[in-house]
T-cell receptor, first 116, second 113 residues
Framework: DTGVSQNPRHKITKRGQNVTFRCDPISEHNRLYWYRQTLGQGPEFLTYFQNEAQLEKSRLLSDRFSAERPKGSFSTLEIQRTEQGDSAMYLC??????????????FGNGTRLTVT | DQQVKQNSPSLSVQEGRISILNCDYTNSMFDYFLWYKKYPAEGPTFLISISSIKDKNEDGRFTVFLNKSAKHLSLHIVPSQPGDSAVYFCAASVSISTNDMRFGAGTRLTVKP
């Protein structure tokens, strides 16, 4: 168990460029979450996968954001046409429990995105 | 939509004393509550949780208290240690749902030697 792994750790991009982040959850965890955290705030939910199915998306996830988990293992989060307001820490988390919200999330160390 | 609120952005205590971090929530559907601890450049780490069927849960130096009528929970750390210095997030969820977990804005705890 090596924990949740996120790559890259840091990403600096120019406004209008596309970026993609990767998350490798703890193996055998079937639930995977993406959160976004801005300065002075707690993590905000973006989207959730159970295995390969994307079951829920927050209204924070605009059309420029897309997430995939093609084989129910790793996940990618892509942001198209980045804006300065997208600058944040993007956190991935996984959890082993099937279909219930009463288990802790295991977070990765995040990808810090800076849009210039 | 601030369903989970931590009204104290920071707290400073002396080593060996008690640290009390507070959290309020508005959604009466929440029935599972957690505290996470976050060091700089790391993701949040799960610390302790409590189900709404309980009013107290203890794990070593950490105790979480839940007051459902007041929609309030607190985390007590005793005795506080310098290594406890971190940002603490309160979180809440609905246990029967796969829905998202809601987080407070965090409280930065500083434990002075």
């Amino acid at each position: 168990d090596t924990g949740v792994s996120q790559n890259p750790r840091h990403k600096i991009t120019k406004r209008g460029q596309n970026v993609t982040f990767r998350c490798d959850p703890i193996s055998e965890h079937n639930r995977l979450y993406w959160y976004r955290q801005t300065l002075g705030q707690g993590p905000e939910f973006l989207t959730y996968f159970q295995n390969e199915a994307q079951l829920e998306k927050s209204r924070l996830l605009s059309d420029r954001f897309s997430a995939e988990r093609p084989k129910g293992s790793f996940s990618t989060l892509e942001i198209q046409r980045t804006e300065q307001g997208d600058s944040a820490m993007y956190l991935c988390a996984s959890s082993p429990r099937e279909g219930r919200g009463d288990s802790p999330l295991h977070f990765g160390n995040g990808t810090r995105l800076t849009v210039t | 939509d601030q369903q989970v609120k931590q009204n104290s952005p920071s707290l400073s205590v002396q080593e060996g004393r008690i640290s009390i971090l507070n959290c309020d929530y508005t959604n009466s559907m929440f029935d599972y509550f957690l505290w996470y601890k976050k060091y700089p450049a790391e993701g949040p780490t799960f610390l302790i949780s409590i189900s709404s069927i309980k009013d107290k849960n203890e794990d070593g130096r950490f105790t979480v208290f839940l007051n459902k009528s007041a929609k309030h929970l607190s985390l007590h750390i005793v005795p506080s240690q310098p290594g406890d210095s971190a940002v603490y997030f309160c979180a809440a969820s609905v246990s029967i749902s796969t829905n998202d977990m809601r987080f407070g804005a965090g409280t930065r705890l500083t434990v002075k030697p």
